[in-house]
């Protein structure tokens, strides 16, 4: 017969649940301050951009989409504030600074030709 898996009986849903459940008790969300927050939204950010660039609701040369970018790098920025960590302070520099210039290019791309002379 065929296996359906754990997930197939009322049995098997609530040891997921619980599993999930004694998983969540292990972080203490009392100590959540303001700037993991604001990395928390910045991460939000990330998935619904590329989310939204997978099912193309978005797309990956609109100013948009290096808008969203750039402030979800600067949401998770800020986050590490609150606990730095260099690597991830890098990356988030790149994004930021790789927004920037995808938008600057794409503004002065939309002002058409002979913009620099004015």
Do not use: K
């Not at 609150?82 to 503004?107: D, E, K, Y």
Request: aromatic share 16%.
């Amino acid at each position: 017969m065929y296996d359906r898996g754990v997930f197939s009986t009322a049995a098997g849903f609530q040891v997921a649940f619980v599993t999930f459940v004694r998983v969540f008790d292990m972080f203490d969300f009392s100590a959540v301050r303001f700037p993991d927050l604001v990395g928390v939204a910045g991460c939000a950010l990330y998935i619904l951009n590329y989310s939204l660039l997978t099912v193309r609701r978005m797309y990956g040369d609109s100013l948009a989409y290096f808008g969203v970018n750039l402030a979800a790098a600067a949401c998770v920025l800020f986050s590490l504030a609150g606990n730095f960590n260099l690597a991830a302070a890098v990356i988030q520099c790149f994004w930021i600074l790789a927004s920037l210039l995808a938008i600057g290019i794409r503004l002065a791309r939309s002002r058409g030709p002979g913009w620099e002379d004015g």
